[in-house]
């Protein structure tokens, strides 16, 4: 199967974490375009150079479109680019142009602009160092009270009406993409809802566009990945089995669904079908939280996993999300008790958001379970990056740093790195990058 796939941006879980998942089954012919194309945090993709490697892509099964890459320049730009709704809607058509002459199926997605409830600028304009905060509550507040006027207003207007105009922009935007579905130039579309609360202009934005018929889905930079497993035909029969079942109603950090809307909302975008215990292909155990989900960068406390975990011979996979952007330590220690065997384990993940985690995990294990020449050492490097990112460094190493140091890094990973070693009986030998210079991601290189 021939399968082209255009990223978010550079970043590993975009771009290298889908060549592991495709390098899963070598029948899988993957095609991404060079990473010096796409985006960072500080720089926007080469469009031109994208739209050059779409055309000249031979004939594939699927291409699979993060349209933010070639509309804006990546999710990041998406929300600081100043271009005009005119200028970007040329690119559409240019982008309509080259798909048109294309046979294989296309899978896109867009995001719906994020609204981030802090005042960090990092990903979004200059002025949210000081106005971002405000401006989620005034959103917020908007949406769930019904009426602007109920709302006592401090953003200065230029700010505001700056921040309400790019909005609009990718609005419209979306709505073009939603005419070009109707049309048949898109085989599957998902509107993306990044870092989302209960209320505010994106989920109004969502709740709009599903009323013109398009599919929105709490998440962001793991739809692509839910994408790819789409392209992937054949039905795969999960069970998910919560590991705190009287806690599924709860709500994770960043999303407007319940732990359990979320899970059974992945399996429908990867194609999965839902069955139960005694029907299921695979077992999938969701580390879910008991009254908050945990987040151990900004301190928020939650209880651990506090039983006893014992797999089954039954094939399965692990979604830990007790935690956002981190393994369950007390987890962790119960699930490495077991022997792992290759057989039956087809994955771990504790990345970022429940979405992130969840998309991420059940594409590689789809793509393993219908693997047709399937690849043991790819799926291996998938786990070993799992463990070492999620857990040894995200719940770990990282809380004993202040700024990216790579010596310090290496040095406490060292431990880590022979318990998987052990855990997955194969030999790591890797090195570690910071990507994007900043502690938020490592990069894991393998030598």
């Keep these: 199967m021939k399968i082209a796939f255009v990223p978010i941006d550079n970043r590993p879980v975009c771009y290298t974490l889908a060549q592991l998942i495709a390098g899963i089954d070598n029948d899988i012919e993957f095609s991404i375009p060079p990473r010096s194309y796409l985006g960072d945090l500080t720089k926007s993709a080469d469009i031109e150079n994208l739209f050059n490697w779409l055309e000249q892509l031979p004939e594939q099964d699927a291409i699979i479109l993060s349209l933010d890459t070639l509309a804006y320049g990546g999710l990041i730009p998406s929300r600081r680019c100043p271009e005009t709704f005119e200028q970007i809607k040329s690119r559409i058509q240019k982008l309509k142009d080259i798909l048109l002459k294309k046979q294989g199926e296309v899978y896109a997605f867009s995001s719906i602009m994020r609204i981030s409830n802090n005042n960090y600028n990092e990903e979004e304009k200059e002025y949210w160092s000081r106005w971002g905060k405000r401006i989620f509550d005034y959103s917020y507040q908007t949406h769930k009270l019904g009426c602007e006027s109920c709302i006592t207003n401090t953003i200065p207007s230029d700010i505001l009406d700056d921040y309400l105009n790019t909005r609009k922009r990718n609005f419209e935007i979306n709505k073009i993409y939603l005419e070009l579905q109707k049309q048949g130039i898109f085989e599957t579309l998902i509107f ?97 939280f008991k009254t908050n989900q945990g987040e151990i960068v900004m301190k928020i406390p939650t209880e651990h996993f506090s039983g006893s975990f014992e797999v089954t011979k039954k094939p399965y996979m692990i979604a830990d999300v007790r935690f956002a952007n981190g393994a369950d330590n007390n987890f962790m220690n119960e699930f490495l008790k077991n022997n792992i065997s290759d057989d039956n384990f087809y994955g771990y993940s504790a990345w970022n958001t429940s979405a992130n985690t969840l998309g991420s995990l059940i594409c590689a294990a789809k793509v393993k379970f219908l693997a047709k020449n399937y690849n043991e050492k790819s799926f291996k490097n998938l786990q070993l990056t799992r463990f070492l990112d999620d857990w040894a460094y995200q719940a770990n190493v990282r809380q004993t740093l202040i700024l990216p140091d790579l010596a310090k890094l290496t040095a406490g990973m060292k431990p880590f790195e022979k318990i998987v070693s052990d855990v997955l009986k194969t030999q790591v030998d890797v090195k570690y990058i910071y990507p994007w210079k900043r502690l938020f991601e490592v990069e894991i290189e393998f030598n």
């Design 192 to 288: 993306s809802k990044d870092d989302c609360a209960q209320y505010g202009f994106n989920v109004q934005e969502a709740q709009f566009l599903e009323r013109l018929g398009a599919f929105t889905k709490t998440g962001a930079d793991e739809i692509p990945l839910s994408l790819l497993a789409c392209a992937v035909k054949g039905d795969v029969k999960v069970c998910p089995v919560f590991l705190e079942p009287d806690s599924t109603d709860l709500i994770s950090n960043y999303e407007d669904v319940s732990i359990k809307q979320s899970v059974l909302g992945q399996l429908e975008l990867t194609g999965c079908t839902v069955t139960t215990e005694q029907d299921a292909d695979i077992l999938l155990y969701v580390n879910n």
